[in-house]
């Protein structure tokens, strides 16, 4: 599956943006569709995911109850819109895919389940 994400930009502190991510691939619907960002000098680290049917979602803490993944299977894209949003949201923000409709067994949050990456998006939260 090819990934490519956008909505990245320069915001306030309590602004929001809502990302997207447009897939292409024949079997699109069959993956777990993930967020992760990575902040300048930082690792990558996982934001939320969600699986093939949207049933199940999963947050990071740091996000959780600000931000909100979804995807639209017939239009083959996946969101993360993000409210409330602060400076150390700063990011370039990834979106991700595993080839699996459900979350990973261990933790959802594991980025070597994600085996397909698109480029990055750049989230400038000002203060």
């Known amino acids: 599956v090819q990934l490519q994400a956008f909505g990245g930009g320069l915001v306030q502190a309590g602004g929001s943006l809502r990302l997207s991510c447009a897939a292409s691939g024949r079997t699109w619907r069959s993956y777990t569709m993930g967020w992760f960002r990575q902040a300048p000098g930082n690792e990558r680290d996982f934001v939320a995911a969600?699986?093939?049917?949207?049933?199940?979602?999963y947050y990071a803490d740091s996000v959780k109850g600000r931000f909100t993944i979804s995807r639209d299977n017939a239009k083959n894209a996946v969101y993360l819109q993000m409210n409330s949003l602060k400076p150390e949201d700063t990011a370039v923000y990834y979106c991700?895919?595993?080839?699996?409709?459900?979350?990973?067994?261990?933790?959802?949050?594991?980025?070597?389940?994600?085996?397909?990456w698109g480029q990055g998006t750049l989230v400038t939260v000002s203060s």
């Open positions: 969600i699986t093939w049917t949207g049933d199940s979602t």
């Open positions: 991700a895919a595993r080839s699996s409709p459900w979350f990973s067994p261990i933790a959802p949050n594991q980025i070597g389940d994600f085996g397909s």
